[in-house]
């Protein structure tokens, strides 16, 4: 093609959107120029974001992964005999099995059926498994641990749908609302209820247990299991009133999605944000789940209060990172973001490991660098990986491909819960702080070559590059749902199709 016959990104964005409802610029009501389509107005549409952003339920994630924080604790003491590690890492893990499953049954279910059926499917299934584990019996003790695992795999399917469902759902509202802050406002809606739900855990621990006592621990785990089922169940009425998103009522394919095309079209950055994750949740997720077990262990003739009260400061050093990746990643970029606070894995977990009996026989010490380097897990790969993997991908693949990095990540948590133990054992407690490091160094380099330089633009560019790809590649169907539905190649010319295949 003649340097005469290409045209500008802008030329071609402003023509593929000819007649096609739902596009950028495209005024489908001229006395509401701001309304999506005939049937859905600018203020319902506006208010169904607002409802979506608002709707920040994975705080129950947060609360659920810490909850077993101060529960391992709990349990050791009331059935040392029963709750051995391997009991420990079947029900430490079995919240994680769930979340796996449920991040790629959900992300494909929120890409094929939408948004709000998949956001309403998670947060029953969390309520009914956190019932089921407070509830917890048997005939035997082990046979109420298994009873608890079960559970604990059910709040897990639905804590980890909450990311594809409910992070892509909050991306595309934030990308209408308000646009030029969207990574912000995602990360504020996002990670920092997740990350509160560490201290938040804590916080329910000191008190039921002042509450109850230390001889009614049985009382004490069943209640801070029972209150994780009240924490969706304060969306869930905005849940209800949530519209589809606008992006994905005219990007969805709910029939033939050309997945040989998605990965040829997104392999590298699917490579990125799923090895990224991995390594990320290698380090935070037993990091997390033990760090009660690990400050117990420095902490001299610590009680069990005593030992909460050191984890709620360990929570709260954790959590400025996630306000400072918040405001770093319009500043200085997403990846660079990322990068800095897989850097804080290296420099942190070299100190404490290298100097780990010194710092150790510090407590305060101890803590203070323990938190920083959790913080800047969340500074960096925390804040930015959802934020990454929601703007990375096409509306029509968006929760299938958020869902496979969460996953991966999961796996990752999972490999490093039951690796945790070996290398203490093994190798010494230092040498869990020196592998974060080793992961961080693996982080940085995994996010250097491999992760997209996202710069916050309109996701409806991404949606009709992809769409364009997908046309010049002989893919034919229906794009969208709803108001928004038309013929993928609907506004797209044949020339602009073959600049979007020699684009690749």
Not at 24 to 50: I, N, Y
Not at 233 to 248: A, E, I
Not at 411 to 427: K, M, R, S
């Amino acid at each position: 093609m003649s340097d005469s016959e290409r045209i500008s990104d802008e030329e071609f964005m402003a023509s593929s959107h000819e007649k096609v409802a739902g596009a950028p610029g495209v005024v489908a009501v001229p006395e509401d120029p701001e309304a999506p389509s005939k049937l859905v107005s600018s203020a319902k549409q506006r208010m169904s974001d607002l409802f979506t952003i608002v709707s920040f339920a994975l705080i129950s994630d947060g609360y659920q992964n810490n909850l077993m924080t101060m529960t391992n604790v709990v349990l050791r003491k009331e059935y040392a005999a029963q709750y051995t590690s391997a009991v420990s890492t079947q029900v430490s893990n079995a919240l994680l099995v769930g979340e796996i499953i449920g991040q790629i049954v959900i992300g494909l279910t929120c890409d094929y059926l939408g948004r709000k059926v998949a956001i309403v499917t998670t947060t029953a299934m969390i309520v009914i498994g956190g019932i089921l584990a407070t509830a917890s019996n048997g005939t035997t003790i082990l046979g109420m641990f298994w009873m608890m695992t079960i559970s604990r795999g059910i709040v897990g399917f639905g804590t980890g749908g909450e990311y594809p469902a409910s992070s892509t759902s909050a991306s595309e509202a934030a990308n209408e609302y308000t646009l030029k802050q969207r990574g912000p406002v995602f990360i504020l809606v996002t990670n920092l209820p997740l990350s509160f739900g560490g201290p938040l855990a804590v916080i329910v621990f000191l008190i039921v247990i002042s509450a109850a006592g230390q001889t009614r621990l049985s009382t004490v785990w069943r209640v801070c299991f029972g209150i994780g089922c009240l924490l969706p169940l304060t969306v869930f009425y905005f849940r209800l009133r949530m519209l589809n998103s606008k992006l994905y009522r005219r990007g969805a394919i709910k029939r033939r999605v050309p997945y040989f095309l998605v990965l040829k079209y997104y392999w590298k950055s699917l490579i990125g944000t799923c090895g990224a994750w991995f390594l990320y949740d290698f380090v935070t997720f037993p990091n997390g789940v033990f760090s009660g077990v690990i400050i117990s262990s420095v902490v001299p003739n610590g009680s069990i209060v005593n030992t909460a009260e050191w984890q709620l400061l360990l929570g709260s050093i954790a959590l400025p990172g996630v306000l400072i990746g918040a405001w770093l990643c319009n500043r200085i970029g997403r990846k660079n973001t990322m990068m800095l606070g897989f850097s804080g894995y290296l420099v942190f977990g070299l100190i404490i490991g290298c100097a780990y009996n010194q710092i150790t026989s510090i407590v305060p010490l101890f803590v203070v660098f323990y938190g920083l380097m959790l913080s800047s897990g969340n500074l960096g790969p925390g804040d930015m990986l959802g934020l990454l993997s929601s703007e990375s991908y096409a509306t029509a693949v968006r929760g299938t491909c958020y869902g496979i990095s969460a996953a991966l990540g999961k796996t990752g948590a999972a490999v490093g819960t039951e690796a945790f133990t070996p290398i203490q054992n093994n190798l010494g407690k230092r040498w869990t702080f020196i592998v974060a490091a080793i992961c961080g160094v693996a982080g940085i380099l995994v996010t250097k070559f491999f992760v997209k330089d996202v710069k916050g633009d309109d996701l409806a560019n991404e949606d009709e590059a992809f769409r364009a790809y997908l046309v010049a590649h002989g893919w034919e169907g229906e794009m969208g749902e709803d108001d928004l539905k038309a013929l993928a190649d609907a506004g797209i010319p044949p020339a602009h199709a073959l600049i979007a295949e020699e684009k690749q």
